[in-house]
């Protein structure tokens, strides 16, 4: 059976559905949610810190992962921020 891959997959971000580009990959959400230019190992263009962390079904993907995961139909992901409290 063939998938048609032109359709745009509906995911699950933190607890919302959101629709995403057919072939889109973990990177390419994060910098959309962040606003930031990535580069393919998940970090900032820029060199900066970027502070974020990303799951897909409860599993943390590792940053050196996220160009090669590809997002499916369904996928509930979730993007959190780290932040420095006290």
């Not at 745009?8 to 971000?13: E, V, W």
């Not at 057919?22 to 949610?33: E, H, I, T, W």
């Not at 263009?45 to 970027?50: C, E, K, P, S, T």
């Not at 897909?56 to 139909?73: F, H, M, Y």
Request: a negative charge; aromatic letters at 2%; proline letters at 3%.
């Amino acid at each position: 059976m063939m998938t048609d891959t032109s359709i745009a997959p509906t995911i699950r971000l933190n607890g919302a559905p959101r629709a995403v580009a057919a072939g889109s990959s973990l990177l390419d959400l994060v910098a959309q949610v962040t606003g930031r230019e990535l580069r393919a190992d998940g970090t900032r263009a820029d060199g900066g810190r970027l502070g974020v962390a990303a799951a897909i079904a409860g599993s943390v993907v590792p940053r050196t992962g996220w160009s090669v995961r590809t997002l499916a139909d369904g996928d509930e992901v979730e993007v959190v921020t780290a932040v420095q409290g006290g």
